[in-house]
Every structure is written in structure tokens, then in C-alpha cells.
């Protein structure tokens, strides 16, 4: 099992600039998640989908959009990149969301937006 | 004001000494979950351990323990026999069941831990 999986690994963007990072599990789990890490910050939640077919905001979800393509798959959209969106990009999974639930993590995505 | 606190930005501890990296958290749930993360310099993270509310005994997996003092509202995570492969950023984390978290995980800032060899 490769777990989750997320591409690409790095990205530099330009102000204005759109992308999509990608997200897939391979591990039956019901929920997904974005998070972006910043230098001094820990983890913020972005976006998660409790199933498939169901998102909802996090802390952070300004300036970004999701989507939850199928069960395996959860993809984030930066429509029009600013610099502040400089950071590492965490998706993870998780089996449901009971209150006992380890969350597995993708290796990240560093984007920088100049 | 900050569901998650952890005051210890750094530290350093000698290989082979036991460490304890201190967490407080702030919740009015009785049902919530207590979770350590850890992030070496590769950038990945890695689940360690996890504690329930209603848990009486201190969680333990292998060197790591979970000195967990419900009425301080402290979840410190301790590490016997450090090794070199410990230096990290440990992230603990709060899962609640009806807070306005909506369920979902609340990171603290983390610390960075360094040993020495």
C-alpha cells in the first residue's frame, strides 16, 4: 500500500497563477484533509471531507477551493495564487472521524508563490 | 486563546537521557482525544501515540509514554533512551468530540527537539 500520495512534491508559482495539488489514498478511508504548515504556526486545517461527496471549511480556507473527486481522491485548487500561500501543503486521511482516529499523512507539497 | 500550547519552541537532551516535551490543552469537552506527531527534517509526519479522556491508564508505545494529568489539562510526551533519530518537531494535537473544532484536529506550534550525541 502506498498510503497517501501527493503531487507534485514541490511548485513554485507566479502571483496569480493557478494550480491544483492532488491528493489520493489508498487505504479505504472515509475522510480526507488539507492542511498547510507554516514556519512557527504547526498544522492549520483547510478543507476536510468527512465521505465522499462532502466538504467543508477548516480554519484557513480562504483562497482555496477542494474537491472530492471520488472516495480515493481529494484534490486542492489554488484559483489565484498569492505569496501568502507560501507553504507546505499536507493532505491526510483518516478511517472516519470518531473521536480515536489517527490521521495518516502524505509526504507534503512545498509550494512557494513568488 | 490557544487550544493547544506548547511552550517549549526547542531543547536539547543528550542521547541515551529521557525527555518529556510538554503539552497543555484547553477544552470544556468530558470527550476528546490527545494525539503526538512527529516530523523529522525528511518533512513527513508520523503518528506516536494517542490518548482518550476517558483513558485511566498513561498511553505507552515502546520509548514513547503519555504522562497524562486530566485535571492539569496536560499531555506531556516522554521519550526514554533518546536516540540521534529522535531530533524532530514534535506536534501534540486535541481531538474533540463537540468543541467548536467540529471534530476535527487541533495542532499545537511544536517542538523541536535536538540530541546530542
Known amino acids: 500500500n502506498a498510503g497517501v500520495t501527493q503531487t507534485p512534491k514541490f511548485q513554485v508559482l507566479k502571483t496569480g497563477q493557478s494550480m491544483t495539488l492532488q491528493c489520493a489514498q489508498d487505504?479505504?478511508?472515509?475522510?480526507m484533509y488539507w492542511y498547510r504548515q507554516d514556519p512557527g504556526m504547526g498544522l492549520r486545517l483547510i478543507y476536510y471531507?468527512?465521505?465522499?461527496?462532502?466538504?467543508d471549511k477548516g480554519e484557513v480556507p480562504n483562497g482555496y477551493n477542494v474537491s472530492r473527486l471520488n472516495k480515493r481522491e481529494f484534490s486542492l485548487r489554488l484559483e489565484s495564487a498569492a505569496p501568502s500561500q507560501t507553504s507546505v501543503y499536507f493532505c491526510?486521511?483518516?478511517?472516519?472521524?470518531?473521536?480515536?482516529?489517527?490521521?495518516?499523512f502524505g509526504p507534503g507539497t512545498r509550494l512557494t508563490v513568488l | 486563546a490557544q487550544k493547544i500550547t506548547q511552550t517549549q519552541p526547542g531543547m536539547f537532551v543528550q542521547e541515551k537521557e529521557a525527555v518529556t516535551l510538554d503539552c497543555t490543552y484547553d477544552?470544556?469537552?468530558?470527550?476528546?482525544?490527545l494525539f503526538w506527531y512527529k516530523q523529522p527534517s525528511s518533512g513527513e509526519m508520523i503518528f506516536l501515540i494517542y490518548?482518550?479522556?476517558?483513558?485511566?491508564q498513561n498511553a505507552t508505545e515502546g520509548r514513547y509514554s503519555l504522562n497524562f494529568q486530566k485535571a492539569r489539562k496536560s499531555a506531556n510526551l516522554v521519550i526514554s533512551a533518546s536516540q540521534l533519530g529522535d531530533s524532530a518537531m514534535y506536534f501534540c494535537?486535541?481531538?474533540?468530540?463537540?468543541?467548536?473544532?467540529?471534530?476535527?484536529?487541533?495542532f499545537g506550534k511544536g517542538t523541536k527537539l535536538s540530541v546530542k550525541p
Open positions: 491526510a486521511s483518516s478511517v472516519d472521524r470518531g473521536l480515536y482516529n489517527e490521521q495518516f
Open positions: 487505504m479505504n478511508h472515509n475522510s
Open positions: 471531507s468527512a465521505s465522499e461527496g462532502t466538504t
Open positions: 477544552t470544556s469537552d468530558q470527550s476528546y482525544g
Open positions: 490518548q482518550g479522556s476517558y483513558d485511566e
Open positions: 494535537a486535541m481531538r474533540e468530540r463537540y468543541g467548536g473544532s467540529q471534530g476535527n484536529l487541533i
